[in-house]
């Protein structure tokens, strides 16, 4: 099962919406619901952003929001903040023999 | 407040065995799935092993099928990790997450600070 795919790095002024593309096949993203973002800061705690495609858990800033269309899910980060800088990683059920497989991670840069 | 504390990592040569452990507080531990997930240094994140609620469904990632072994102990509210065979490559930071259902979705609702497993010679 390969990682799915992800661009390397992302930048955004402060006040901007950036917009990570998470990309797979019909045997993850593109058949089942159960996709999740990520944002990671080094040395931290992974902390979930995004659930079910486009849930978000209680806690969570409204200016992050997940979306899908066909093998391709999105986050989208709106009124970008010094804060959001980190690593965002997507990740998705998978009907290969390995469950879960996430993507090769994104380091979203705010300039 | 969902807690989840790992412990057991360290140094191994290659070929040994390691167990990691991780205690659960804060949420009814036996309701949840919950998973494996590491982080080789310098790499992404990679999903390793999931545990049904009940302990009695357990999956696990093609790299370390018939290596690793999962368990849990819900009366101690405890998850394990037993590791055999341990190579160069399974080196990384391992974190166990809870899942957000009694199934494994592979929906990482909350992860402990990781425990950091080494193997070299």
């Known amino acids: 099962q390969s990682a799915l795919t992800q661009p390397a790095s992302v930048s955004g002024s402060p006040g901007q919406s950036i917009t990570i593309s998470c990309t797979g096949t019909?045997?993850?993203?593109?058949?089942?619901?159960?996709v999740s973002w990520y944002q990671h800061h080094p040395g931290k705690a992974p902390k979930l952003m995004i659930y079910d495609v486009s849930d978000r858990p209680s806690g969570v800033s409204n200016r992050f929001s997940g979306s899908r269309s066909g093998n391709t899910a999105s986050l989208t980060i709106s009124g970008l903040q010094a804060a959001d800088e980190a690593d965002y990683y997507c990740?998705?059920?998978?009907?290969?023999?390995?469950?879960?497989?996430f993507g090769t991670g994104t380091k979203v840069t705010v300039l | 407040e969902v807690l989840l504390l790992e412990s057991g990592g360290g140094l191994v040569q290659p070929g040994g065995s390691l167990r990691l452990s991780c205690a659960a507080s804060g949420f009814t531990f036996s309701s949840f799935a919950m998973n494996w997930v590491r982080q080789a240094p310098g790499r992404g994140l990679e999903w390793v092993s999931g545990i049904i609620g009940s302990g009695g469904s357990t999956y696990y990632a093609d790299s370390v099928k018939g290596r690793f072994t999962i368990s849990r102990d819900n009366s101690k509210n405890t998850l394990y990790l037993q590791m055999n065979s341990l190579r160069a490559d399974d080196t990384a930071v391992y974190y166990c997450a809870k899942d957000k259902r009694f199934s494994v979705s592979v929906t990482f609702e909350y992860w402990g600070q990781g425990s950091l497993v080494t193997v070299s010679s």
């Open positions: 019909s045997s993850d993203v593109g058949v089942y619901n159960y």
């Open positions: 990740s998705s059920y998978t009907s290969s023999t390995t469950l879960g497989v």
